[in-house]
């Protein structure tokens, strides 16, 4: 079973704030993805990524930032957090561009 | 644009109940489709896909067929237990490069014991 791991499980942040949200797989997958979940929407793709120094614009990009330092590595920055970004986030990660996604468990994100 | 659309937020059933969670979708093409199910406090988990107009995923004893004249993938089980109460959600590929993922709105099942 891949392994995605996300930390902080949970933040709070004030409006304007800088946040970094990391995510780190351990199973040499070439693809990592950002999503956000919220009720009504399901899960929507922010940013995407194929390889170390690789960024790809997802559906919901805006307010978002996204580095992908290493093979193993995806982070997600919110340099001036809004309250419309209050929601769950989740990491996921494949091998190949057809292969099954395997997600994190999650960190929850407070905009006050 | 390619969309996936989940009729029921909410299902509620007895154990031993009959399930199915409807799954329509728009896309041009032969799109992959999923279904996932997502447990309380854990991240989406993936459940089985299919590729080809009348392939059936099947997994934990839930399968879906893949219909591309009614462009569904429908959901079901024959008999659920309280176990298998979470959030159902229903997704397509769809992009040439990447594996990206749309997602349904997801389907709430709640099996009574």
């Known amino acids: 079973e891949a392994a995605v791991t996300q930390s902080p499980r949970n933040k709070v942040t004030v409006t304007g704030g800088n946040v970094t949200l990391s995510c780190r797989q351990t199973?040499?997958?070439?693809?990592m993805y950002w999503y956000r979940q919220d009720t009504g929407h399901g899960l929507r793709l922010i940013h995407y990524s194929y390889g170390a120094g690789n960024l790809q614009i997802g559906d919901v990009p805006d307010g978002y930032k996204a580095t992908r330092t290493t093979q193993e590595d995806f982070f997600l920055l919110l340099e001036l957090a809004s309250p419309s970004q209050t929601s769950l986030y989740f990491c996921?990660?494949?091998?190949?561009?057809?292969?099954?996604?395997?997600f994190g468990p999650g960190t929850r994100l407070l905009v006050l | 644009g390619d969309s996936v659309t989940q009729t029921e937020g909410q299902v509620a059933l007895s154990e031993e109940d009959f399930l199915t969670i409807h799954c329509n979708y728009s896309?041009?093409?032969?799109?992959?489709l999923f279904w996932y199910v997502q447990y309380p406090g854990e991240g989406p988990q993936f459940l089985f896909r299919?590729?080809?107009?009348?392939e059936k995923g099947s997994s934990r004893g839930f399968e879906a067929t893949y219909n591309k004249e009614a462009t569904s993938f429908h959901l079901q089980k024959a008999s659920v237990q309280e176990s298998d109460s979470a959030v159902y959600y229903c997704a397509l590929n769809y992009g040439g490069s990447g594996n990206k993922l749309i997602f349904g709105t997801g389907t709430l099942l709640s099996v009574k014991p």
């Open positions: 299919a590729s080809r107009d009348k």
């Open positions: 996921a990660s494949s091998s190949d561009s057809q292969d099954t996604q395997y």
């Open positions: 896309a041009s093409g032969y799109p992959a």
């Open positions: 199973n040499s997958h070439n693809y």
